[in-house]
């Protein structure tokens, strides 16, 4: 039996363990959360009741001395869990949700986070995106609930395409650019800083390569960037432009598509997929574009400032529209 007919067998048999990996994974999770929220509403309880601070400094040396194996109960975690409990203890339709993220990822909402519906927020979309602790103290910093909208896609009624968690826009705040800047001058920036080019992305993707070079009928093309999406398998073609989105960017992008399908993509490989990421765009004509495409393509823009253009802000979704589309789906 040949090599390459083995590959999909085996990437089954990975995939399964990955999948066993994480239920376990996330089983240990939930019962360690549910244990900081009993730990958190006892002291709070003891503290309704006038019980000092001095308690939860006694509780610690009793709990190291019994369990001294066990991390997690020093006098600090311990008024952490006690805050942990509190901040969410009256909200009914959240607390099924706290045990979706790790407790480091709790502790970072609770300190960067005061506001009690944010702090919410931030559970959703950690949890639905499954950010990492450096993307979610990223993702806070950058106010990303102000910028969750979904990039306009040619592929909103596939399901499993949605993981790529398209950004209607993208912020580049890391690159040190010119407002007049080339798509060379936007291209090696990214290149320059591919770390945090990737964690803006998403961290679910790899990076393959620049200028990658595609050869038909004796003529050459040039992808600006390459990406390979891991939980998809899936090769995803990135066209940078420094103006305004224009259709003709469209069938550019299905032509690079088709060829990488055709020549790039390994048999075990999905289909791959193209992101346009353009300096503005009009909705409308982005949607007229897409609207008969085959292919799987999103089209986002970007912006270098941490500050949000005034066109970007008045279109972006309210705290309540973010929680409406999250728990609809």
């Known amino acids: 039996m040949e090599k390459k007919q083995l590959i999909p067998f085996f990437n089954e048999i990975k995939d399964k363990i990955r999948t066993a990996q994480f239920a376990a994974m996330r089983e240990v999770n939930l019962q360690l959360i549910q244990l900081y929220w009993e730990i958190g509403k006892s002291i709070s309880e003891k503290q309704k009741l006038g019980w000092g601070r001095s308690i939860v400094e006694s509780l610690s040396i009793a709990l190291k001395k019994e369990f001294p194996t066990l991390k997690g109960f020093s006098t600090t975690n311990l008024w952490l869990m006690a805050q942990f409990y509190q901040a969410y203890s009256d909200g009914e339709n959240l607390q099924p949700m706290v045990g979706e993220i790790s407790w480091s990822k709790h502790l970072i909402i609770l300190a960067k986070i005061k506001d009690k519906d944010l702090r919410s927020e931030y559970i959703f979309l950690t949890q639905k995106f499954n950010w990492s602790k450096a993307q979610l103290i990223r993702e806070i910093e950058n106010k990303a ?9 040619s592929f909103s009624e596939n399901e499993e395409l949605k993981s790529l968690n398209l950004k209607d826009t993208y912020l580049f705040d890391f690159l040190q650019l010119q407002p007049n800047h080339s798509e060379r001058e936007l291209e090696r920036g990214l290149i320059n800083n591919v770390q945090k080019f990737l964690l803006e992305m998403g ?3 790899s990076f393959i390569g620049s200028q990658f070079k595609l050869e038909l009928a004796g003529n050459e093309y040039f992808i600006d960037l390459l990406l390979f999406h891991r939980t998809l398998q899936c090769l995803v073609a990135i066209e940078l432009k420094v103006g305004e989105f224009v259709p003709e960017y469209k069938g550019k992008m299905e032509f690079y598509l088709a060829v990488l399908n055709d020549t790039v993509r390994l048999p075990h490989e999905n289909d791959s997929v193209g992101i346009i990421i353009c300096k503005s765009k009009n909705r409308t004509i982005v949607e007229y ?40 789906e």
């Not at 609930?145 to 896609?153: P, S, W, Y």
């Not at 008969?292 to 008045?314: H, Q």
């Open 289 to 328: 574009s897409l609207k008969k495409s085959n292919y799987p393509i999103g089209v986002s823009s970007y912006f270098t400032s941490t500050e949000l253009p005034d066109e970007l802000t008045s279109q972006l979704p309210t705290l309540d529209a973010i929680r409406k589309s999250l728990t609809s």
């Open 203 to 205: 961290n679910q993707f």
């Open 145 to 153: 609930h102000l910028n969750f909208q979904h990039a306009q896609i």
